[in-house]
């Protein structure tokens, strides 16, 4: 099959599921935004790679600006038609739409319909309800709820025309149905880390000596975004009550954006907190294993369908995690399982995690046995050969069930067929 695989974001686990499709014989364009600033995966085809992989940045030729309503949208749609000059430049037997912004896949959508273009919706987040809970936040009520029912009819929309849905979880099936949507191609895989990019090593490695964290610390840290879905300023209600507890707490927060800058702000001045913008992907395993616990946050109204990538990643690093969040999200499920803490995302959540940090610190071992059992449960349910070939299945159904759309081979993996 051709495979175009547009990752929105640019992660590091949708690009490993590119790269194991490409070995499995698949000409694959891996895209993501190369305007959107997050933490990304290894978006650079290596000597390493499948001759069949390529890996493209993609932007718009208007900025983005994330939260201004008008300029965010200019931007999605200006997106939009980015991405469709890149599918006019050659033919893929299917599209896989991963995180692509709300009013950037409803243009899309419409264009793989003209196009007769297959396409397949891995849905990551339910969007409609993030936007839904800022336009009540910012709007009053009667125009809030009208920009709700636009976004939520979008959404739905996308949901009903794909040709399938990949959804991270069941919840997200359970709101299909409350949505009035019964399909019998919307398939659930649970999201993942690579497991072969990132891995537990020693605490005090060549990052952590890069960036003078000191030896003596418990170290704790947050990696990734910190937007809507989070309170970056429970960080320091966490710190400062484990520095209460007697422990010799340090905190190291990698991320940018307003929530970065929030915290920032918040934090000037004291010598017990590092900030940082995000670090290459070929940094992920020493800045990780530097260390000695790690903290997830989602807010509630996320936590339903939304599950943090980053407590993932944090299973594949081996660290012990502490995950402000409601109980019921699936990522707070795992983390109990390995023995991490789970607490709400409140003032009282954070000091019941901080008095974990107190018990289980002063075990020498302690920290180290839950890490330990978080790489294991990476390891049993993260298995990128099955999960490839999960998506492979469910792609090529799709292109089968397409009248007229034949697998297109081709004998050059750099060959490429023009429209």
């Given at each position: 099959?051709?495979?175009?695989?547009?990752?929105?974001?640019?992660?590091?686990?949708?690009?490993?599921?590119?790269?194991?499709?490409?070995f499995?014989?698949?000409?694959v364009?891996?895209?993501?935004?190369?305007?959107?600033v997050?933490?990304?995966?290894?978006?650079?085809?290596?000597?390493?790679?499948?001759?069949?992989?390529?890996i493209?940045?993609?932007?718009?030729?208007?900025?983005?600006?994330?939260?201004?309503?008008?300029?965010?949208?200019?931007?999605?749609?200006?997106?939009?038609?980015?991405?469709q000059?890149?599918?006019?430049?050659?033919?893929?037997?299917?599209?896989?739409a991963?995180?692509?912004?709300?009013f950037?896949?409803?243009?899309?959508?419409?264009?793989?319909?003209?196009?007769?273009?297959?396409?397949?919706?891995?849905?990551q987040?339910?969007?409609?309800?993030?936007v839904?809970?800022?336009?009540?936040r910012?709007?009053?009520?009667?125009?809030?709820?009208?920009?709700?029912?636009?976004?939520?009819?979008?959404?739905?929309?996308?949901?009903t025309?794909a040709?399938?849905?990949?959804?991270?979880?069941?919840?997200?099936?359970?709101?299909?149905g409350?949505?009035?949507?019964?399909?019998?191609?919307?398939?659930?895989?649970?999201?993942?880390?690579?497991?072969?990019s990132?891995?537990?090593?020693?605490?005090?490695?060549?990052?952590?000596?890069?960036?003078?964290?000191?030896?003596?610390?418990?170290?704790?840290?947050?990696?990734?975004?910190?937007?809507?879905?989070?309170?970056?300023?429970?960080?320091?209600?966490?710190?400062d009550?484990?520095?209460?507890?007697?422990?010799?707490?340090?905190?190291?927060?990698?991320?940018?954006?307003?929530?970065?800058?929030?915290?920032?702000?918040a934090?000037?001045g004291?010598?017990d907190?590092?900030?940082?913008?995000?670090?290459?992907?070929e940094d992920?395993?020493?800045?990780?294993?530097?260390?000695?616990?790690?903290?997830?946050?989602l807010?509630?109204?996320?936590?339903?369908?939304?599950?943090?990538?980053k407590?993932?990643?944090y299973?594949a690093?081996g660290?012990p995690?502490?995950?402000?969040?409601?109980?019921?999200?699936?990522?707070?499920?795992?983390?109990?399982?390995?023995?991490?803490?789970?607490g709400?995302?409140?003032?009282?959540?954070?000091?019941e995690?901080?008095?974990?940090?107190?018990?289980?610190?002063?075990?020498?071992?302690?920290?180290?046995?839950?890490?330990?059992?978080?790489?294991?449960?990476?390891?049993?349910?993260?298995?990128?050969?099955?999960?490839?070939?999960?998506?492979?299945t469910?792609?090529?159904?799709?292109?089968?069930s397409?009248?007229?759309?034949?697998l297109?081979v081709?004998a050059n993996?750099?060959?490429?067929?023009?429209?």
């Amino acid at each position: 099959m051709r495979l175009n695989l547009h990752d929105f974001s640019g992660h590091p686990f949708q690009v490993q599921l590119s790269r194991a499709l490409a070995f499995a014989g698949h000409q694959v364009l891996h895209g993501y935004s190369s305007q959107f600033v997050t933490g990304h995966g290894r978006l650079e085809v290596s000597a390493e790679d499948a001759a069949t992989l390529r890996i493209e940045g993609l932007s718009a030729s208007v900025p983005m600006i994330k939260y201004s309503p008008v300029g965010r949208t200019r931007f999605e749609l200006n997106y939009a038609s980015a991405w469709q000059a890149i599918l006019q430049r050659e033919r893929h037997d299917v599209v896989v739409a991963c995180n692509v912004p709300l009013f950037t896949l409803a243009r899309m959508r419409r264009y793989f319909a003209a196009t007769k273009q297959p396409w397949v919706l891995w849905h990551q987040d339910l969007y409609s309800l993030g936007v839904g809970a800022e336009a009540a936040r910012r709007l009053p009520g009667v125009a809030s709820r009208a920009a709700c029912g636009v976004v939520e009819r979008l959404e739905r929309s996308q949901v009903t025309s794909a040709d399938a849905v990949v959804a991270i979880t069941d919840a997200m099936v359970h709101q299909y149905g409350t949505w009035g949507i019964a399909r019998d191609n919307v398939h659930v895989i649970p999201n993942w880390a690579p497991l072969d990019s990132i891995v537990p090593s020693t605490r005090d490695n060549r990052w952590a000596k890069q960036h003078d964290l000191p030896e003596n610390a418990v170290r704790l840290m947050y990696a990734g975004t910190l937007g809507r879905k989070h309170n970056p300023l429970l960080l320091l209600e966490l710190l400062d009550a484990a520095k209460a507890r007697g422990i010799d707490a340090y905190l190291v927060v990698v991320s940018e954006g307003v929530g970065a800058d929030d915290l920032a702000a918040a934090s000037a001045g004291r010598n017990d907190v590092k900030i940082l913008g995000y670090q290459p992907a070929e940094d992920m395993t020493d800045m990780l294993s530097s260390a000695d616990a790690v903290i997830a946050l989602l807010e509630p109204d996320a936590a339903q369908f939304s599950v943090p990538s980053k407590v993932l990643t944090y299973l594949a690093a081996g660290r012990p995690i502490v995950a402000l969040m409601p109980r019921s999200n699936q990522a707070a499920v795992d983390v109990r399982e390995v023995g991490g803490f789970v607490g709400e995302p409140t003032v009282q959540g954070a000091h019941e995690a901080a008095q974990w940090l107190a018990g289980i610190t002063a075990d020498a071992d302690g920290l180290a046995a839950v890490g330990e059992r978080a790489r294991a449960l990476a390891v049993n349910r993260f298995d990128i050969d099955r999960i490839a070939a999960q998506f492979e299945t469910i792609l090529e159904d799709v292109v089968r069930s397409r009248t007229g759309a034949p697998l297109a081979v081709v004998a050059n993996p750099s060959e490429r067929l023009v429209t």
